[in-house]
């Protein structure tokens, strides 16, 4: 039988030793269970052939080439992967609504002798829970926004403020993206539904009874859009705001953003997509500091021209309270670590804590 969970808490605290995904490669890497496995029964060019043989000749057809296709694969898979495991290796399998594709390898699987189950309603029942929590259920935090214009450190401070044991939710690392035009990382950014699932996971393991500190972010992150709930919250949340010398912020992000500015055409292509908004003329005073190298007066000529002018609008318009002004001096690593501290004594002093 397989075993039907009602909340999405109870779905990851399990307890199974291994969580197998049979569903195809592209499947999985849209989204998946956190911490699966995956262990396709159909890898995508055999799932496309058997539901165009459903479709398109016989369902009948389609089930018998896709048992002897799921049967084999199944198999290799035991041979290759899953030979080291002990008889009281307990697996849970699912596929995309829990029907034939997990229902067939857990049936393998427990002929061996392995303890093993399948998820009712598969995927399909576990993005309904996700989706349930983040969008429908009222989320039981009480939130703290981490504000401030553009290079005044605030992704680095809640590292340092979570190593402190402040709660911190970091959304651009779970998005994969510093969140402004020129945010995005080496690597991909996950899928809506992938950042979605992290989302939820973070958010599970939060103790509701403790504030928990976000950094202000605009309702998408690069592609990836904040669910509603959570965003209106951030919106209302009291605000601690840090402030810099525009200096030390052109310092600080000319070492952030290492990345981007080493590579002059991207960010050239990047930049030109500003024309129709600060004009041709700005947009060519920024490619001649690319040209000259000049990094620290590209960033400030960045902030003055485009995220302080941006981020003043959006303020005005959010217009939540600033319950904390914490002024640096300076955003060097030393100087980090005491802004930190005097942040979390901001977090203890608005919560009562």
């Not at 899953?82 to 997990?102: E, F, I, K, T």
Request: aromatic residues 8%.
């Amino acid at each position: 039988m397989a075993i039907e969970y009602s909340s999405l808490r109870e779905l990851l605290n399990h307890g199974f030793d291994t969580v197998i995904d049979v569903r195809s490669p592209a499947e999985f890497a849209e989204d998946h269970l956190p911490g699966a496995i995956n262990l396709p029964v159909l890898d995508n060019a055999e799932r496309a052939r058997v539901g165009t043989i459903y479709k398109q000749q016989s369902p009948f057809l389609a089930r018998k080439i896709g048992a002897a296709l799921v049967f084999r694969n199944a198999a290799n898979h035991i041979e290759q992967h899953l030979m080291s495991h002990d008889g009281g290796w307990r697996p849970l399998v699912y596929c995309w609504r829990g029907g034939q594709r997990s229902g067939a390898f857990a049936w393998m699987l427990g002929q061996i002798g392995w303890r093993a189950d399948s998820v009712q309603g598969g995927y399909r029942s576990f993005r309904r829970l996700v989706k349930g929590y983040l969008y429908d259920e009222p989320l039981p935090f009480r939130l703290i926004a981490l504000d401030g214009y553009t290079g005044t450190a605030k992704t680095e401070l809640l590292g340092l403020l979570r190593a402190r044991g402040v709660q911190v939710v970091d959304l651009e690392a779970l998005a994969a993206h510093r969140g402004s035009l020129l945010g995005a990382r080496a690597e991909r950014q996950p899928s809506q539904k992938a950042f979605e699932t992290a989302l939820a996971v973070e958010l599970q393991g939060l103790d509701p009874a403790q504030p928990v500190l976000v950094e202000a972010e605009s309702s998408k992150i690069g592609e990836r859009i904040i669910p509603p709930g959570l965003w209106q919250a951030m919106r209302a949340a009291p605000r601690i705001e840090v402030t810099a010398p525009i200096e030390a912020r052109a310092r600080y992000l000319a070492r952030a953003y290492d990345d981007i500015l080493s590579d002059g055409d991207e960010l050239r292509r990047k930049l030109a997509l500003l024309k129709a908004h600060r004009g041709g003329e700005i947009v060519q005073g920024w490619f001649e500091l690319i040209d000259a190298g000049d990094r620290v007066a590209l960033t400030r000529a960045l902030m003055e021209q485009h995220y302080d002018p941006a981020y003043a609008k959006s303020r005005r318009t959010v217009g939540a309270p600033v319950a904390a002004r914490i002024a640096a001096e300076g955003l060097e690593p030393a100087q980090l670590e005491a802004i930190a501290a005097r942040i979390e004594a901001a977090v203890d002093e608005i919560t009562g804590r």
